[in-house]
């Protein structure tokens, strides 16, 4: 055995009983490393949960999951209005997803399927007037969570990107840099307002003037 990496868990690498403590003493001297990819999901992760509003944001997603994979009813009248959407929109019908907050880069997909179905997702919260679809509706048609969606529409496929690279079998060690080099300089230009493509679309949308509903909602046509 010349090396061997992990994912970084305690029972991988733990100083007194984890797998990588262990190896060495049949092997002093093994080099381990951390798993590069790992490494990028828990700065992922990390990032995410010390913005209090992302953190809020994974459990509206969820919730927003829940809502049609705990009912058949609510899912049948998502997928009806689908049907009718998809005739005019070819990019209508991605199946919602459910996330988690220790994958956060799979978070991609849940994203992009929350955009796909948006308009019909508020068509159906619209015909439930219960308390707790009221409270949900509220929370989902605000600036704040369509920007944040269209920001993570962005930034993600970015961060995704350079997952994959690092997770390719012919990768090599000299490559290691250069992607990380590439993927920072492209988001510190979305930092510094080179929106991204989804925001730019997202700030074409917002009229100057706002109409607010008797739920105190409003929606971006």
Not at 1 to 11: P, W
Not at 104 to 133: C, H, M, Q
Not at 172 to 177: P, Y
Not at 191 to 200: A, C, K, P, Q, R
Request: net charge positive; with cysteine; glycine share 6%.
């Amino acid at each position: 055995m010349c090396g061997i990496a992990t994912d970084g868990a305690a029972v991988m690498v733990g100083s007194r009983s984890g797998l990588t403590t262990r190896f060495k003493e049949l092997v002093p001297g093994l080099p381990s490393t951390h798993c590069i990819a790992h490494r990028l999901a828990l700065c992922s992760s990390g990032a995410a949960d010390a913005i209090p509003y992302l953190i809020k944001y994974q459990e509206l997603v969820n919730c927003i999951y829940k809502y049609f994979s705990n009912s058949p009813k609510n899912l049948c009248s998502l997928e009806k209005i689908q049907a009718i959407l998809a005739s005019v929109n070819a990019d209508s019908g991605t199946r919602l997803k459910q996330i988690s907050n220790t994958r956060w880069l799979s978070f991609e997909g849940s994203v992009t399927a929350l955009l796909r179905n948006y308009s019909s997702l508020i068509t159906v919260l619209l015909e439930d007037n219960s308390p707790k679809t009221v409270g949900l509706l509220k929370s989902i048609t605000c600036f704040k969570f369509l920007y944040i969606t269209h920001f993570l529409s962005d930034v993600l496929p970015i961060l995704c990107r350079l997952s994959k690279c690092y997770q390719r079998s012919d990768i090599v060690f000299s490559n290691v840099n250069p992607l990380l080099a590439s993927t920072i300089s492209q988001l510190q230009g979305i930092e510094t307002g080179n929106y991204g493509i989804n925001v730019l679309n997202l700030l074409d949308t917002v009229p100057t003037a706002v109409n607010v509903d008797r739920r105190g909602s409003f929606f971006v046509q």
